[in-house]
């Protein structure tokens, strides 16, 4: 579909709108999505005049909203690896990188001057300056984003699943799960389950005797690595069947309802806990990590992922009403994420008990160190888990549509354009900008020396993962 929406614009010079594609060609709004991996999905809100009727009040909220994430979630983790004055300097600076970048995707399709591109989305400005080479590798970014945030999304639905499950077999049956890991013996007990485990949860915490045949057999039944990720596909397999997923985007405000409760949640649990720091630099202690850990790499990943929104930046700041308050309704989305992120990690680090847990017991999903049977952790599971429900056919749509646009020539949905954060984020905004540049004999060694630094930047990012 995209290959005719183009037939038609190059058939007369870019400034003679006498041959406009008609409606037929262009995909319909209930088929416009746009999407932040391991954030949310939501339709398209059409547009005309070249831009929307958002106040700079909806616009920076709808960028906050997308962009947050299940990445929210790992965190605190995060700084735990990266130490905790180290994890606060890296958040902060991730923050300003990915915002820099960003704005050059804002700024990109300004930089064409031979051709209109009122219309254009980030996508066409990558295959103006590459080619096919830009289109096949949206493609190939765009499917490795979506499948490796459904893969994501599929171990949290079950890790929420299970701990569902399991908080209402012990209310059911008055056991206390708290006794089987280590924990904290008061009334907001923190667990440690990691603890004599490799660094691996187990997937089982109760305690079991020989003749109690019950709590063995749910424990056999309901598993969460052998037996709960099977039972999603029950679950979800109709639900990916929809043929059209506008149903599921109208469940769009659990994902700003989660994040809401969230952050009540962690200023409830801290204001309970208290605050439990302790600072050594480079030595670490039985119970506290040091400031600077080598770690620090693994937070840098999370932060790719969640500071991400460059594929649908474009598409979303069409909607602005006042475009020339682009830049500027952006930089404040990107510093209210940015103190977002602080805000859930720092608090979490911070009063996480120690002693008598160590900082190290802070799990990837800061929820895993909160028992089954504590009710606030379960509403946040509960909330989180109907969310990724609605957001999962959403992703498999996009999924397949793309797939098969591509390959069979059919579909191509024209707003889902995404790509994984090492393309969109680090190399392509940087490239364009180097090529525009050059293209206008404006291309100083300093400003090529810089993008270039980016670029190596995204790499090493991406490399280091693989060690760590």
């Known amino acids: 579909m995209n290959k005719r929406i183009h037939y038609y614009s190059r058939l007369t010079a870019p400034a003679d709108k006498a041959l406009i594609a008609p409606d037929h060609v262009v995909p319909a709004p209930e088929e416009c999505y746009v999407y932040s991996p391991l954030g949310s999905a939501y339709k398209l809100q059409s547009y005309t005049g070249g831009h929307g009727k958002n106040t700079s009040l909806v616009t920076i909220f709808m960028i906050w909203n997308t962009m947050m994430g299940t990445s929210i979630l790992s965190i605190p983790w995060g700084i735990k690896q990266a130490g905790f004055t180290t994890g606060m300097c890296v958040i902060m600076l991730m923050g300003i990188l990915t ?107 109760m305690i079991f005797y020989a003749n109690d045949t019950g709590l063995q057999q749910f424990e056999k039944w309901w598993n969460k690595s052998k037996t709960v990720p099977f039972y999603l596909i029950g679950l979800l397999l109709p639900l990916l069947n929809f043929k059209s997923p506008s149903f599921f985007s109208k469940f769009n405000i659990l994902g700003t309802v989660s994040v809401l409760y969230l952050i009540f949640l962690v200023t409830f649990k801290a204001i309970r806990l208290g605050f439990h720091l302790e600072f050594h630099w480079f030595m670490q202690t039985e119970y506290f990590v040091p400031e600077i850990r080598f770690q620090f790499p693994q937070l840098t990943g999370v932060l790719t992922l969640a500071f991400f929104i460059h594929n649908c930046i474009i598409t979303l700041l069409k909607n602005n009403k006042n475009q020339e308050n682009n830049v500027r309704d952006l930089s404040i989305a990107y510093m209210l994420v940015t103190l977002t992120y602080l805000y859930i990690g720092v608090l979490v680090f911070a009063s996480f008990p120690s002693p008598p847990l160590t900082k190290d017991c802070i799990e990837q999903n800061f929820l895993d160190n909160f028992p089954s049977s504590d009710i606030l952790s379960f509403i946040a599971r509960i909330f989180l888990l109907f969310q990724m429900m609605t957001v999962y056919p959403l992703l498999g749509y996009l999924a397949r549509v ?55 930047l995204g790499l090493a990012n991406l490399i280091v993962q693989f060690f760590m």
């Not at 254009?120 to 490796?148: A, H, K, M, N």
């Not at 701990?163 to 890991?181: L, S, Y």
């Not at 300093?446 to 670029?455: A, N």
């Open 99 to 205: 915002l820099y970048c960003c704005y050059r995707v804002v700024k990109s399709r300004a930089m064409i001057s031979s051709v209109d591109t009122t219309t254009w989305e980030y996508p066409d400005v990558c295959r103006y300056y590459f080619g096919s080479f830009g289109q096949w590798s949206s493609l190939l970014f765009s499917l490795v984003s979506l499948i490796g945030a459904m893969i994501v999304y599929w171990v949290l639905m079950s890790n929420f699943l299970f701990n569902t499950g399991r908080f209402i077999f012990n209310f059911i049956h008055h056991i206390n799960d708290t006794d089987a890991v280590l924990s904290t013996n008061d009334s907001n007990p923190v667990i440690c389950p990691s603890a004599g485990s490799g660094d691996h949860p187990d997937n089982s915490s």
């Open 402 to 456: 793309q797939l098969l646009g591509h390959v069979f020539g059919d579909i191509y949905p024209r707003y889902s354009g995404a790509a994984c954060g090492l393309a969109f984020v680090f190399i392509y905004p940087s490239l364009i900008y180097i090529i525009s540049l050059h293209q206008e004999d404006r291309l100083t060694w300093p400003k090529l020396i810089f993008h270039i630094f980016i670029i190596i």
